[in-house]
């Protein structure tokens, strides 16, 4: 995966920004690479970002990995459950079967981040997990930000999630944001674009 860091001496925080986690849910990408672009002052916290989680469900713009495997239910989590059948929700045969799924993991073990988010599409909201006061502490100044509704709870189970994995398993502040969809580029930058900032120098 390819990894992008900013300010890796003297930093307060880190923060692990992941995006194109499902390969057709592609925005978070353009957000990320528009923010990198900018060459941003990065000066209190480090930022290290993952542009394209899912590179062969990209390419090919499906939601699950080049074996068919929805990598937002293979974490390793206790509630991980092995999928009765192969739709775009396939939980892999084990936990952490797949590469990227074993990728970050360990990418989350190296750097520690202090906070995890995590692009998505299509629902316009703000998920979250992890430590419920500090977390929806952010969740609620990102949603000051872009206008996004929080919601606490997606509406159906999610065995093996990320967000499962790393907020509540791991307890990290661990945002999940849906982007909406087919949105204009330019209404979702300015949107989403102090998200950025706030992580990098004052989070
Ligand atoms: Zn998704």
């Keep these: 995966m390819e990894i992008i860091k900013f300010n890796e001496n003297n930093y307060k925080k880190t923060i692990l920004i992941l995006g194109v986690f499902h390969g057709d849910e592609q925005?978070?990408?353009?957000?990320?690479?528009?923010?990198?672009?900018?060459?941003?002052?990065?000066?209190?916290?480090?930022?290290?970002?993952?542009?394209?989680?899912?590179k062969k469900g990209k390419e090919n713009n499906t939601r699950t990995n080049i074996n068919g495997v929805d990598l937002n239910r293979n974490f390793p989590t206790e509630n991980w459950t092995l999928s009765k059948i192969k739709?775009?929700?396939?939980?892999?045969?084990?936990?952490?079967?797949?590469?990227e799924t074993k990728e970050l993991i360990s990418i989350i073990k190296l750097y520690r981040p202090d906070c995890i988010l995590t692009f998505h599409e299509p629902y316009r909201c703000i998920n979250f997990d992890g430590p419920r006061?500090?977390?929806?502490?952010i969740a609620k100044i990102i949603s000051k930000f872009?206008?996004?509704?929080?919601?606490?709870?997606?509406?159906?189970?999610?065995?093996?999630?990320?967000g499962t994995?790393?907020?509540i398993e791991l307890n990290i502040p661990t945002i999940t944001l849906?982007?909406?969809?087919?949105?204009?580029?330019?209404?979702?930058w300015d949107d989403n674009k102090n998200i950025f900032e706030f992580f990098a120098n004052e989070y």
């Design 87 to 99: 739709d775009n929700y396939y939980s892999g045969e084990t936990p952490a079967s797949e590469e």
């Design 165 to 167: 994995y790393c907020g």
């Design 178 to 188: 849906e982007l909406p969809q087919n949105e204009d580029k330019n209404t979702l």
């Design 133 to 137: 006061f500090e977390t929806l502490k």
């Design 27 to 54: 925005d978070g990408e353009f957000l990320i690479r528009k923010y990198i672009g900018l060459k941003p002052d990065v000066k209190k916290n480090r930022l290290v970002f993952i542009p394209v989680v899912n």
């Design 146 to 162: 872009n206008g996004y509704k929080i919601e606490e709870n997606i509406g159906y189970p999610t065995p093996g999630s990320f």
